[in-house]
């Protein structure tokens, strides 16, 4: 049911976003492929005949429209938009300041909302889906990340409410709230040294109740699960993914 289909990925030249976009590709549809740095997703492309890679940064306002033109281009319609890209910050409320809070918002509240809203004309015309990425501590307590925690419960907000909102065009909103998972995120998006990282991930291993982190995979095949017309019925939901650490 997926053959033909044409996807949006922000985020997607790497962990959950890539494989998403690739298991897609598999299943047929076409995927773009969007990120701050197009050298990466030009060689993601090169080697798929289902991806484009187009470069955008979510926090820029004009990027949402821009996107959803690209993708048009070249497929002349929209099925999927999978709102993946995201960032993290640990921060004690002490430390807190108005630039990360903005930050972070920018990539992760911002930007989700900007590209599902240019996209709606085109999603009402195929009766398409829009799937946004939460994490377990957008619903999970932990200290040090509430900004982050928060701009996922927005997230998982905005799902519900769009997913009310969109209902009678024939636009189904759900959300996947990952749990960690094996990718470059807590280097790369939270800065955490390796030792960090490690002493981290160790953590996250023992509170886990089916012991372990996940893989990319565990994941996006959840979200190419809803994005599949076949789930035609399901809308408004939140699908927790985090081997059991949201009830640990």
Known sequence: M???KVAIITGGGAGIGLATAQMLSARGAKVLITGRQIGPLEQIASNDPNIKAFMADV???DSATRTVAAALEHWGRLDIIVNNAGSGIIQPLANANAKSINDI?????TGPTMLAAAA????EQTKGSIINLSSTYG?????????????KAAVEHLTRCWALELAPKGIRVNAVASGP???AFLTDRMGLT???VNEVKEHERQIIPLGRRGETGDVARWIVNLADPDSDWLTGQIIGVDGGLAIS
Do not use: C, H, M, R
Not at 139 to 151: E, Q, R, T, V
């Open 2 to 4: 997926l053959k033909d």
């Open 59 to 61: 926090t820029d306002p």
């Open 105 to 109: 918002f920018a990539v992760n509240v």
């Open 120 to 123: 709606i004309s085109y999603l």
């Open 139 to 151: 619903s999970k307590a932990a200290a040090g990340l509430s900004l982050y925690g928060a701009s």
């Open 181 to 183: 998972v094996e990718t």
């Open 194 to 196: 390796e030792d960090q």
